[in-house]
C-alpha cells in the first residue's frame, strides 16, 4: 500500500482532475500520523481541515478513466509479493506492469495510456515513456 501511496501522489495529471465524492478513500498525514480514510463525510473532512492529501483511486475508478476500445486482453497474476497485469492490444503491442498490488499496476496502466508515463520503482517517479 505505501508504493501506490507514492504513485498516487507522483501522479499528478491524476490528483488534479479529482473531484472529492463520498466514499472515496484517501491519504493524510495528521498531527504526525499516517491515515488512509473512506467515510461518510470525507468530502467534508477533506474541505474543512486536510489541506494535504492524497487521493487513492479504486481499481473501478481507474478503470473508468481508460478506454478499452484498443484493448484486446488483460490477465492478472500474482507470484509471492508480486502482482503482474499483462496487456495485449488490437495493434498487436504488448505492456508488462508490476507492483505489489494490483491497483499499482493497473494505475500505471492508465498513466501510459492517458499521459505517456512510466513509473521507475527505484526512482519513486513518473517519467515520459519516451525517455
Known amino acids: 500500500m505505501k508504493n501506490y501511496i507514492k504513485m498516487c501522489k507522483q501522479a499528478k495529471e491524476i490528483q488534479e482532475k479529482w ?15 499516517d491515515f488512509v480514510l473512506a467515510e461518510l463525510n470525507s468530502v467534508n473532512i477533506i474541505e474543512k481541515y486536510i ?9 473501478e475508478q481507474l478503470f473508468a478513466m481508460v478506454n478499452f ?9 500474482s ?8 496487456i495485449m492490444r488490437t495493434d498487436g503491442t504488448c505492456s508488462l506492469y508490476k507492483d505489489d498490488n494490483f491497483k499499482g499496476c493497473i494505475l ?13 520503482p527505484k526512482e519513486q517517479k513518473w ?3 519516451n525517455e
Do not use: C
Open 19 to 33: 473531484k472529492p465524492k463520498r466514499f472515496d478513500y484517501y491519504y493524510a498525514k495528521l498531527l504526525g500520523r
Open 51 to 59: 489541506f494535504n492529501y492524497i487521493w487513492l483511486p479504486t481499481q
Open 69 to 77: 476500445d484498443k484493448l484486446l486482453t488483460f490477465e492478472f497474476s
Open 79 to 86: 507470484h509471492k509479493k508480486t502482482r503482474t497485469l499483462y
Open 127 to 129: 517519467v515520459s515513456a
Open 108 to 120: 500505471q496502466y492508465v498513466m501510459y495510456e492517458k499521459y505517456n508515463k512510466e513509473w521507475l
